[in-house]
């Protein structure tokens, strides 16, 4: 028996076959779903004082409660402490500028517990040091035993080195990765149930703005990925991931292309958004209340400034979005527009990669909306713009 053409012979077949074609990249077309978009709470808040536990609680309320990211579960909570401790901007506390202010890491804390965290593990890879994170916290002037005492199951762990641990983890990314194809964290970050992305609201030098995906950059340890020669055991990560000059530890995997760009503005984006997509952030809080412009620490300049708002929301990109979008920039710019003058757009990166949206039309704002929250960094970036050039 032989096979029978279509009707209409050999020009049939071929329209049937380009039709059919056409068909199956409709279907494929219709199953590419667009990056998802969750609610994201924006709050006025202008002081560290009384009135930020019940501003917070009410934000969490608003994402639907924390219960059901606490109850029964480990809770580990990535905080923002770039830099030394000691280092400070001016006369400015750390907390008041490049680093998360104790007092929301004690409300987050506080809150955490009384939704039902059965333990709470406070994280941070603290820099130029393997010693415990405990030890960063007093440099800054900061009291870890009060934080700890906030819950009734805290820990404080330094993930830049395995300590206790026995060995790091390996993160994969999905689809491959934009830089690397995995990566090897401290096992604590796999080692829960809920992840906390908590940071500060700021300019980046290299990324354009810090928020609750930046802040994930701080997940890779120096004790792997750091420069040799460095700074204390472990190095800064410039070889590696600002500047591609080295691959990192053999324990971890190379990077996908060593042919690809070497520029900082074209890798940190992609390292951010490989590992916000490995180990993923279940609840972003981004403390604006008194912070920094101009730059992401003190070592770059920049300025105090107080913005006086608290941004959370459960999907890392659509928080950033409304983050950048409250600092006065418009999260949809692409490389070359503000912030993202000298790098690629992390948020675009993540959009396309299908982490999130960063379109604002789509992210519903619970609370105060963005145009009565928003504080202009844009001018602040600019005067450190001219004072460096």
Not at 152 to 176: Q, S
Not at 348 to 361: H, T, V
């Amino acid at each position: 028996m032989t096979r029978a053409d279509p009707p209409g012979g050999l020009a049939s077949r071929r329209s049937f076959l380009t039709g059919a074609a056409a068909t199956l990249a409709l279907g494929a077309a219709r199953l590419v779903r667009p990056a998802p978009a969750a609610t994201v709470a924006v709050a006025k808040c202008d002081t560290y004082g009384a009135e930020l536990l019940a501003t917070l609680d009410r934000m969490f309320d608003q994402l639907g409660g924390l219960g059901r990211l606490a109850k029964g579960r480990t809770v580990a909570i990535k905080l923002n402490l770039t830099g030394p401790a000691t280092l400070r901007l001016g006369d400015t506390p750390v907390g008041l500028a490049q680093w998360v202010h104790p007092d929301v890491v004690g409300a987050v804390v506080h809150l955490m517990d009384r939704a039902g965290a059965r333990r709470i593990r406070l994280l941070e890879g603290a820099y130029g040091t393997t010693a415990p994170l405990e030890e960063s916290m007093r440099h800054a002037d900061w009291d870890p035993k009060a934080i700890a005492a906030a819950g009734g199951h805290v820990e404080l762990e330094n993930t830049n080195a395995l300590g206790r641990a026995p060995e790091y983890r390996r993160f994969d990314v999905p689809g491959g990765g934009l830089l690397f194809p995995s990566y090897l964290l401290h096992p604590s970050y796999g080692e829960c149930d809920t992840f906390v992305s908590l940071a500060k609201l700021k300019s980046h030098s290299t990324a354009g703005i810090t928020a609750t995906m930046k802040n994930c950059f701080g997940n890779v340890p120096t004790e792997v990925y750091g420069d040799p020669g460095g700074w204390p055991k472990g190095g800064g990560r410039v070889g590696v991931f600002h500047q591609g000059t080295r691959q990192p530890s053999s324990l971890a995997a190379p990077e996908r292309d060593p042919a690809s760009p070497r520029r900082s503005g074209y890798r940190i984006p992609r390292v951010i958004v490989d590992v916000c997509a490995a180990r993923p952030v279940h609840l972003g809080i981004v403390d604006g209340i008194s912070t920094m412009s101009g730059s992401e620490g003190p070592w770059g300049g920049g300025a105090p400034c107080h913005p006086g708002v608290l941004i959370a929301g459960t999907n890392c990109v659509n928080t950033d979005a409304v983050a950048a979008a409250v600092m006065g920039y418009d999260p949809m710019a692409a490389a070359g527009r503000s912030p993202f003058l000298d790098c690629d757009s992390f948020l675009e990166l993540a959009d396309s990669q299908g982490l999130g949206s960063r379109d604002l039309r789509r992210i519903e704002v619970a609370g105060t909306p963005v145009t009565k929250a928003r504080f202009d960094f844009e001018p602040l970036r600019r005067r450190r713009a001219r004072e460096t050039s």
